[in-house]
């Protein structure tokens, strides 16, 4: 299964399972945008599975009000970069309820799922990976699969979660993310991070599209400088496998954080700030960060612009030779 | 107003002579009075009302037109554009430009109301046939007088169809008949229905029309050609124009070692 058919699968089992479940969101009822709700509105119903009009700020008000309601709601927003008519109601309703109610309610069964990261041909709107404006919001969480297998893992958490999450898909992995995905039912927990390369000198710490890339740099590495990498995929961004990172780096004593967002206050700046604190006298370099730069994501620079497996590299080299 | 074909096919490979240098793509074309295009649908319209009310506040009798499609006339910040520009009787066209499709969503399955034009609350709309290039060309000289006067604003509906998907990743076939759009093609088209009632008017013949014809194709040709051969704009531009004034020294770039130098480069067209 690829990407866009686990997500699809996790969604079916989902509405299967569960029948207070609905889809809803832009142009779902024919599949969608990237083929992720194929079939579904067919299987389960027109009262299951609809489309909205276009109004990000009503899909997931309008979840919010569902989830409170009793009913799990997946709200799809089109592309990430549509999420932010809907950030009011993301930070200040689904991630405030539960709180501000003193627990009497909750919208713990909202789900919101965007396409996010750069797909080559994106430009400003169609590429950007804002997790970390979610991760600064207390009450949500931000999940993003590297895969097909813990896309139907992760996703079927995520529906279930008791708590309000957004899950990030990266569009570049829809087709090309292709794995023996289980059939069956099945959920990968949030809060784990994942350790996919095991390594001794250098901690390469990454999630969505990027994960991929850095594997490619601990092999580069591994060829080239000699140098063993760990590899984590952090898979949850809130929250964040907190002890699985600081045991990695206690070994390495070095670390390398990439991501696609822009450097300042991008999620590495959260994870150094905290490795720096818990692993100070573990580390033999400063924690390096290999980022998109302070810009709006480009047009035609995009290729320029990704922290790629070169860039990554050198942050290694410059890690290891500090 | 407005920008060659040269430009805008440039703009739209990214490349330099681009009429946003490049940096901006098929949804970002700007120059004098046309202030582009928006990625997020609708954030245009009350960014349209703020230029009208500026126009109203330097009292140049400037108007201005903020077009937005039948998808994005669910938008809620429309309506919070169009309740100001009324309350303050701004110098707006509202133009909802209804194809029928908001990408996969056909109006009647999105809108519980498709008389787009009456959506504008209090605020006037007249029904236009966007078909009907002659219809178009009135309504807007009406809806202009209108706001000269101080009228406005005004809300105008103008009914088209759209022949290909909505971008290039959509096919435009799975949500709809191919019937459909040949129909339309055979019976609606603009520029078909504008040449039968030249030629029935006997205002040019069939030949004059082949002539302009011709010329037109050979005009785009030539720009593509020129714009595939146009060249990109150099690394150096990736953070320029980010800022006026870039008060740190370096852009951040993505090791912590990359400084990227800040380039004011394009100059300023919106206000002296």
């Known amino acids: 299964m690829n990407f866009y058919q686990a997500v699809n699968n996790a969604m079916d089992i989902a509405l299967a399972s569960d029948p207070t479940c609905v889809l809803f969101g832009e142009d779902v009822a024919f599949g969608g945008v990237f083929r992720c709700s194929l079939g579904l509105q067919d299987k389960h119903g027109k009262d299951r599975v609809f489309n909205t009009p276009l109004c990000e700020q009503g899909i997931v008000g309008l979840g919010i009000g569902l989830a409170v309601a009793g009913s799990t709601a997946i709200a799809e927003i089109q592309f990430a970069d549509y999420i932010y008519p809907a950030f009011d109601q993301l930070v200040n309703e689904a991630s405030k309820f539960r709180y501000r109610s003193g627990n009497e309610f909750n919208c713990g069964k909202l789900t919101v799922r965007a396409p996010c990261s750069a797909v080559g041909h994106g430009a400003l709107y169609h590429s950007q990976s804002p997790e970390a404006y979610f991760a600064h919001t207390p009450g949500l969480r931000v999940v993003i699969p590297r895969g097909a297998i813990t896309a139907k893992g992760l996703l079927l958490s995520c529906i279930r979660s008791n708590d309000p999450c957004i899950f990030f898909e990266p569009k570049v992995l829809y087709r090309s993310a292709v794995e023996q995905v289980p059939t069956k039912d099945y959920e990968i927990p949030l809060g784990k991070a994942e350790i996919l390369v095991e390594g001794d000198n250098v901690t390469l710490i990454g999630w969505g599209t990027q994960v991929h890339v850095l594997r490619e740099v601990a092999q580069l590495a591994q060829d080239r400088l000699n140098v063993s990498c760990e590899v984590i995929d952090l898979m949850s961004i809130q929250p964040w496998d907190y002890e699985t990172v600081i045991n990695s780096v206690k070994k390495t004593g070095r670390v390398v954080i990439a991501h696609e967002a822009p450097l300042t206050c991008g999620f590495g700046a959260e994870l150094a700030a905290t490795v720096q604190k818990e692993c100070f006298l573990h580390l033999e370099a400063p924690i390096q960060r290999v980022t998109g730069f302070d810009t709006p994501f480009p047009h035609v620079q995009e290729p320029f612009y990704l922290p790629d497996k070169w860039r990554c590299l050198e942050g290694v080299r410059t890690v290891v030779e500090f | ?272």
């Not at chain 2, 110098?91 to 209804?98: K, L």
């Not at chain 2, 002659?134 to 005004?154: D, H, I, N, Y």
């Not at chain 2, 998907?165 to 229905?193: C, F, K, L, N, W």
């Open chain 2, 1 to 272: 107003m407005g920008v060659s074909p040269f430009s805008i096919l440039s703009e739209l490979l990214g490349r330099k002579s681009g009429c946003a240098r490049g940096k901006g793509g098929s949804m970002h074309m700007y120059c004098e009075n046309f202030y582009g295009g928006n990625g997020i649908v609708g954030a245009q319209v009350p960014l349209g009302a703020g230029i009208a009310l500026a126009h109203q506040y330097k009292g140049d009798g400037g108007v201005n037109i903020a077009l937005y499609g039948d998808g994005a006339a669910n938008q809620g910040q429309l309506f919070e554009a169009f309740n100001m520009a009324k309350l303050w009787k701004l110098p707006s066209i509202f133009v909802c430009e209804n194809n029928g499709y908001g990408m996969g969503t056909s109006a009647e399955r999105a809108a519980a109301n498709t008389n787009y034009y009456t959506r504008g609350d209090m605020i006037p709309g007249i029904w236009v046939d966007g078909m009907d290039v002659l219809a178009v060309r009135e309504a807007t000289r009406f809806a202009r007088q209108m706001c000269a006067e101080e009228k406005g604003p005004v809300v105008l509906e103008t009914v088209t169809y759209r022949y290909s998907g909505h971008s290039m990743s959509d096919p435009g076939t799975s949500y709809r008949t191919r019937e459909e759009i040949q129909e339309v093609r055979a019976h609606r088209d603009p520029i078909h229905s504008l040449k039968d009632k030249i030629l029935q008017a006997e205002l040019a013949t069939a030949e004059e029309l082949k002539v302009i014809d011709t010329d037109v194709k050979e005009e785009i040709d030539r720009a593509v050609k020129d714009a595939k051969a146009d060249g990109e704009i150099s690394m150096e531009e990736l953070p320029a124009d980010i800022y006026s004034e870039n008060l740190e020294p370096y852009i951040r770039g993505i090791t912590a070692v990359d400084k990227l130098k800040h380039l004011n480069i394009g100059s300023r067209v919106n206000y002296a």
